[in-house]
């Protein structure tokens, strides 16, 4: 069946840094893929979506590529910020569900 | 624009009892799905309701139901609870049309289930 993996967390890293959380996947057909975030106590925010190969998904200085020749979705920020600091999951849509990756803990550290 | 809204934001229930979550849809959505966010299982779909009909379910046993209302509110009933039914439980809606395309889907901010 379909399934998504992501890089292991949790990720401290300090304001400003560059930030790469990889994102693979497995599935029949062409899926959507996404990048949500969970901030503490809430529920999930669409970060940004890709849905056809060598699309690129970006929103709030985050990018990511529907890589369809690698599996891969990886999220990409060029300089993040303590505002940043929640968990992040990457998902693809089969059959109408999402299915999701275990999540990446990120912390920002000022 | 109101986003998906679900109650209560809290349960509490004993083993054995029966609860009931509900979420009301973006404005124009004919979808709605449940997941379920479990400490340590990450997140799991539930069901998929979609013009009023159950669509899709997970692989959870039939004591986890539900249903879709005429105006695509949805309600989701856990029977005979058990201690790891304790979880958050979120809600999301999305639009899918005539062409069943796949659709972003937007969730609300969790019903948190304690089963004591």
């Known amino acids: 069946g379909d399934s998504v993996t992501q890089m292991e967390g949790p990720v401290t890293l300090s304001e400003e840094a560059f930030l790469t959380i990889n994102c693979t996947y497995t599935?029949?057909?062409?899926?959507?893929l996404f990048w949500y975030v969970q901030y503490p106590g809430e529920g999930l925010q669409l970060l940004l979506k890709?849905?056809?190969?060598?699309d690129k998904g970006s929103n709030k200085g985050f990018e990511a590529t529907y890589r369809k020749e690698t599996t891969s979705f990886h999220l990409e920020k060029g300089s993040v910020q303590v505002s940043d600091s929640a968990v992040y999951f990457c998902?693809?849509?089969?059959?109408?569900?999402?299915?999701f990756g275990q999540g990446t803990r990120l912390t920002i550290n000022p | 624009e109101a986003g998906v809204t679900q109650s209560p934001t809290h349960l509490i229930k004993t083993r054995g009892q029966q609860a009931t979550l509900r979420c009301s849809p973006i404005s124009g959505h004919t979808s709605v799905y449940w997941y379920q966010q479990a400490l340590g299982l990450g997140l799991q779909f539930l069901l998929w309701?979609?013009?009023?009909?159950?669509?899709n379910r997970g692989n959870f046993p039939p004591r986890f139901s539900g249903r879709q209302f005429p105006n695509y509110s949805s309600e989701l009933n856990v029977n005979a609870l058990e201690l790891e039914d304790s979880a958050l439980y979120l809600c999301?809606?999305?639009?899918?049309?005539?062409?069943?395309?796949?659709?972003?889907?937007?969730f609300g901010p969790g019903t948190r289930l304690t089963v004591l």
């Open positions: 998902a693809l849509s089969g059959a109408q569900k999402l299915v």
């Open positions: 599935a029949t057909g062409y899926p959507s």
């Open positions: 309701y979609d013009e009023g009909e159950e669509r």
């Open positions: 890709a849905t056809k190969a060598d």
């Open positions: 999301a809606s999305s639009f899918i049309g005539q062409t069943r395309a796949t659709n972003t889907q937007y």
